[in-house]
Protein backbone atom coordinates (compact mmCIF):
# COMPACT_ATOMS: atom_id res chain seq x y z
CA UNK A 1 0.00 0.00 0.00
CA UNK A 2 1.33 3.18 -1.00
CA UNK A 3 1.19 6.42 1.22
CA UNK A 4 -0.69 9.25 0.11
CA UNK A 5 0.73 12.26 -1.00
CA UNK A 6 1.12 15.83 0.58
CA UNK A 7 3.26 18.45 -0.60
CA UNK A 8 6.64 18.51 1.66
CA UNK A 9 5.87 22.03 2.71
CA UNK A 10 3.06 24.88 3.10
CA UNK A 11 3.30 27.99 4.94
CA UNK A 12 1.69 31.48 6.16
CA UNK A 13 1.55 34.12 8.25
CA UNK A 14 -0.26 34.50 10.72
CA UNK A 15 -4.09 35.50 10.82
CA UNK A 16 -3.97 33.69 7.07
CA UNK A 17 -5.05 30.58 6.13
CA UNK A 18 -3.22 27.53 4.73
CA UNK A 19 -4.34 24.57 3.13
CA UNK A 20 -2.80 21.17 2.74
CA UNK A 21 -3.34 18.38 0.27
CA UNK A 22 -3.70 14.31 0.52
CA UNK A 23 -3.92 12.79 -2.90
CA UNK A 24 -4.33 9.35 -2.84
CA UNK A 25 -6.57 6.41 -4.94
CA UNK A 26 -9.81 4.92 -5.52
CA UNK A 27 -8.74 2.20 -3.48
CA UNK A 28 -8.25 4.25 -0.31
CA UNK A 29 -9.58 8.10 0.09
CA UNK A 30 -11.72 7.79 -2.57
CA UNK A 31 -13.08 4.84 -1.61
CA UNK A 32 -14.18 5.88 1.95
CA UNK A 33 -15.27 9.00 4.28
CA UNK A 34 -12.60 8.02 6.01
CA UNK A 35 -10.30 10.31 6.11
CA UNK A 36 -8.53 11.68 8.94
CA UNK A 37 -5.68 14.43 10.25
CA UNK A 38 -3.56 14.73 12.82
CA UNK A 39 -1.21 17.19 14.23
CA UNK A 40 2.50 16.45 15.40
CA UNK A 41 5.02 18.63 17.02
CA UNK A 42 8.54 17.85 16.85
CA UNK A 43 9.22 14.68 19.75
CA UNK A 44 5.93 14.56 20.57
CA UNK A 45 3.08 11.96 19.96
CA UNK A 46 0.58 12.78 17.10
CA UNK A 47 -2.81 14.40 18.13
CA UNK A 48 -6.27 14.07 15.90
CA UNK A 49 -7.65 17.38 14.72
CA UNK A 50 -9.81 15.70 11.81
CA UNK A 51 -11.96 12.56 11.31
CA UNK A 52 -14.45 11.47 8.98
CA UNK A 53 -13.34 13.95 6.21
CA UNK A 54 -14.35 16.57 8.24
CA UNK A 55 -15.42 16.10 11.71
CA UNK A 56 -13.72 17.91 14.97
CA UNK A 57 -12.67 15.78 17.86
CA UNK A 58 -13.81 17.95 20.94
CA UNK A 59 -11.49 20.37 21.82
CA UNK A 60 -9.97 21.35 18.73
CA UNK A 61 -10.55 24.70 17.56
CA UNK A 62 -13.22 25.38 14.24
CA UNK A 63 -9.80 27.11 12.63
CA UNK A 64 -9.24 23.55 11.46
CA UNK A 65 -11.65 22.19 8.92
CA UNK A 66 -11.13 19.40 6.50
CA UNK A 67 -12.84 18.29 2.91
CA UNK A 68 -12.66 15.80 0.31
CA UNK A 69 -13.22 15.52 -3.77
CA UNK A 70 -12.65 12.44 -5.31
CA UNK A 71 -9.23 11.22 -4.49
CA UNK A 72 -7.65 14.24 -2.96
CA UNK A 73 -8.65 15.15 0.66
CA UNK A 74 -7.72 18.67 1.86
CA UNK A 75 -7.17 20.59 5.49
CA UNK A 76 -7.25 23.79 6.01
CA UNK A 77 -6.23 26.21 8.72
CA UNK A 78 -7.48 29.21 9.51
CA UNK A 79 -6.53 32.29 11.32
CA UNK A 80 -2.81 30.39 11.60
CA UNK A 81 -1.60 30.91 15.29
CA UNK A 82 2.06 30.27 16.23
CA UNK A 83 1.15 27.00 17.55
CA UNK A 84 0.11 25.21 14.55
CA UNK A 85 3.48 24.83 13.30
CA UNK A 86 3.54 21.65 12.99
CA UNK A 87 4.07 18.37 10.63
CA UNK A 88 0.39 17.89 9.78
CA UNK A 89 -0.54 14.52 8.32
CA UNK A 90 -3.37 12.47 6.56
CA UNK A 91 -4.84 9.34 7.08
CA UNK A 92 -7.09 6.97 4.95
CA UNK A 93 -8.66 3.60 5.22
CA UNK A 94 -7.35 1.60 2.18
CA UNK A 95 -9.54 -1.69 2.71
CA UNK A 96 -8.65 -5.14 3.91
CA UNK A 97 -8.61 -3.84 7.36
CA UNK A 98 -5.85 -1.66 5.99
CA UNK A 99 -5.05 2.11 6.81
CA UNK A 100 -2.10 4.27 5.15
CA UNK A 101 -1.05 7.73 6.23
CA UNK A 102 0.26 10.18 3.64
CA UNK A 103 3.81 11.73 3.16
CA UNK A 104 3.78 14.69 5.37
CA UNK A 105 3.59 18.04 5.45
CA UNK A 106 5.64 21.11 7.37
CA UNK A 107 3.48 23.76 8.05
CA UNK A 108 5.59 27.08 9.22
CA UNK A 109 4.48 29.99 10.53
CA UNK A 110 6.20 33.02 9.14
CA UNK B 1 -8.02 10.48 32.25
CA UNK B 2 -7.32 8.54 29.24
CA UNK B 3 -3.56 7.34 29.45
CA UNK B 4 -1.25 5.18 27.02
CA UNK B 5 2.02 4.20 27.61
CA UNK B 6 4.59 2.41 25.59
CA UNK B 7 7.17 0.71 26.90
CA UNK B 8 10.05 -2.19 25.63
CA UNK B 9 12.11 -0.13 23.15
CA UNK B 10 15.77 -0.24 23.09
CA UNK B 11 18.77 -1.46 20.83
CA UNK B 12 18.32 -5.01 19.55
CA UNK B 13 20.66 -6.91 16.59
CA UNK B 14 18.95 -7.90 13.20
CA UNK B 15 17.23 -10.70 13.68
CA UNK B 16 16.56 -10.50 17.39
CA UNK B 17 12.74 -9.97 18.96
CA UNK B 18 11.72 -7.81 21.12
CA UNK B 19 7.73 -7.14 22.62
CA UNK B 20 6.47 -4.05 23.06
CA UNK B 21 4.02 -3.10 25.84
CA UNK B 22 1.05 -0.35 26.31
CA UNK B 23 -0.56 -0.08 29.52
CA UNK B 24 -3.66 1.65 29.47
CA UNK B 25 -5.52 3.53 31.78
CA UNK B 26 -8.77 5.57 31.99
CA UNK B 27 -10.62 2.91 28.96
CA UNK B 28 -10.66 -0.80 28.69
CA UNK B 29 -8.31 -2.37 26.38
CA UNK B 30 -10.54 -4.99 25.97
CA UNK B 31 -13.75 -3.11 24.64
CA UNK B 32 -11.88 -1.05 22.44
CA UNK B 33 -9.79 -0.89 19.10
CA UNK B 34 -6.49 -0.57 19.16
CA UNK B 35 -3.68 -0.34 17.22
CA UNK B 36 0.53 -0.26 16.84
CA UNK B 37 1.41 2.74 14.28
CA UNK B 38 5.22 3.29 14.04
CA UNK B 39 7.58 6.01 12.64
CA UNK B 40 10.85 5.85 11.70
CA UNK B 41 13.72 8.74 12.05
CA UNK B 42 12.59 11.53 10.46
CA UNK B 43 10.05 9.59 8.67
CA UNK B 44 6.26 10.06 8.55
CA UNK B 45 3.77 7.65 9.92
CA UNK B 46 3.32 4.11 8.68
CA UNK B 47 0.27 2.04 10.89
CA UNK B 48 1.50 -1.65 11.73
CA UNK B 49 -1.74 -3.09 13.63
CA UNK B 50 -4.97 -3.83 15.07
CA UNK B 51 -6.70 -5.46 17.35
CA UNK B 52 -9.94 -5.47 17.59
CA UNK B 53 -12.32 -5.79 20.28
CA UNK B 54 -13.41 -8.95 19.36
CA UNK B 55 -10.13 -10.38 19.02
CA UNK B 56 -9.53 -10.31 15.25
CA UNK B 57 -5.85 -9.15 14.11
CA UNK B 58 -4.40 -7.16 10.88
CA UNK B 59 -1.72 -6.17 10.17
CA UNK B 60 0.84 -4.21 7.64
CA UNK B 61 2.04 -6.43 4.83
CA UNK B 62 6.05 -5.12 5.99
CA UNK B 63 5.38 -7.25 9.39
CA UNK B 64 2.59 -9.67 8.37
CA UNK B 65 4.72 -13.14 9.54
CA UNK B 66 7.03 -11.28 11.84
CA UNK B 67 4.65 -9.04 14.30
CA UNK B 68 2.12 -10.20 16.36
CA UNK B 69 -0.44 -8.07 18.52
CA UNK B 70 -2.17 -9.43 21.54
CA UNK B 71 -3.50 -7.78 24.92
CA UNK B 72 -3.77 -9.13 28.34
CA UNK B 73 -7.37 -8.48 29.77
CA UNK B 74 -6.58 -8.59 33.55
CA UNK B 75 -3.38 -5.87 33.06
CA UNK B 76 -5.48 -3.51 30.59
CA UNK B 77 -2.45 -3.85 28.08
CA UNK B 78 -1.27 -4.04 24.39
CA UNK B 79 1.48 -5.94 23.67
CA UNK B 80 3.50 -6.27 19.79
CA UNK B 81 5.67 -8.94 19.94
CA UNK B 82 8.27 -8.22 16.94
CA UNK B 83 10.47 -10.98 16.08
CA UNK B 84 13.07 -11.74 13.19
CA UNK B 85 13.70 -7.66 13.45
CA UNK B 86 15.63 -5.93 10.31
CA UNK B 87 17.35 -2.49 10.03
CA UNK B 88 14.40 -1.16 7.96
CA UNK B 89 11.71 -1.75 11.84
CA UNK B 90 14.21 1.05 13.22
CA UNK B 91 11.54 3.53 14.78
CA UNK B 92 9.48 5.00 17.36
CA UNK B 93 6.42 2.65 17.98
CA UNK B 94 3.13 4.34 19.37
CA UNK B 95 -0.09 2.71 20.52
CA UNK B 96 -3.10 4.37 19.77
CA UNK B 97 -6.70 4.06 20.41
CA UNK B 98 -9.29 4.06 17.51
CA UNK B 99 -12.81 5.46 17.20
CA UNK B 100 -15.00 1.84 17.14
CA UNK B 101 -16.74 3.22 13.85
CA UNK B 102 -13.87 5.32 11.84
CA UNK B 103 -10.08 4.46 11.17
CA UNK B 104 -9.55 7.88 13.18
CA UNK B 105 -7.05 7.41 15.97
CA UNK B 106 -8.14 9.07 18.77
CA UNK B 107 -5.54 8.94 21.61
CA UNK B 108 -1.81 7.73 21.33
CA UNK B 109 0.86 7.26 23.94
CA UNK B 110 4.23 9.26 23.95
CA UNK B 111 5.85 6.48 22.10
CA UNK B 112 9.01 4.02 22.03
CA UNK B 113 12.16 3.75 20.20
CA UNK B 114 13.39 0.33 18.64
CA UNK B 115 16.37 0.31 17.07
CA UNK B 116 17.46 -2.65 15.00
CA UNK B 117 21.60 -2.65 14.77
CA UNK B 118 24.43 -4.88 14.78
Known amino acids: QSALTQPPSASGSPGQSVTISCTGTSSDIGGYNYVSWYQQHPGKAPKLMIY???KRPSGVPDRFSGSKSGNTASLTVSGLQAEDEADYYCSSYAGSNNCVFGTGTKVTVL | EVQLVETGGGLIQPGGSLRLSCAAS????????MSWVRQAPGKGLEWVSVLYSGGNTYYADSVKGRFTISRDNSKNTLYLQMNSLRAEDTAVYYC????????????WGQGTLVTVSS
Open chain 2, 26 to 33: GFTVSSSY
Open chain 1, 52 to 54: EVS
Open chain 2, 96 to 107: ARRYSSSWAHQW
